[in-house]
């Protein structure tokens, strides 16, 4: 399949940014560094998570609270600060808004007609 890029507008409390993000369907949260994080004023939740890396090290993250938008589609979104060199989106923002991978074409498709809390424009 290869790798699955998506544009993605976060909405934090200062700011709103396009963000590239890797679909990484082995990662619950969405990932951004923490730069990025403080940069659009993203909402800090009281909590955080272990995290699982790739080459098998577990590290804490703080978890804060974010609204995204995919093709249209808005909804909130748990988002992990880690550095990180490439922002990830994870399985529960595909999920809340509506989306999975398709493994054939390497594209994002609806699964559901309205999304999970999705607000449409």
Known sequence: MGFV????IVHGLKASKRVKM???TGS???????SLVSELGLYETPYSVELTL???RKVRAKLYLA???VEGRKGPAFVAEL???TPLLGVYALETLGFRVNPRTGKLEEISPEGGYLLRN
């Open 67 to 69: 609204e995204v938008e």
């Open 28 to 34: 619950t949260y969405i990932v951004l560094s923490p």
């Open 22 to 24: 890797l679909v990484d």
């Open 5 to 8: 890029y998506v544009d993605v």
């Open 54 to 56: 790739a080459d098998g």
């Open 83 to 85: 550095e990180t060199p």
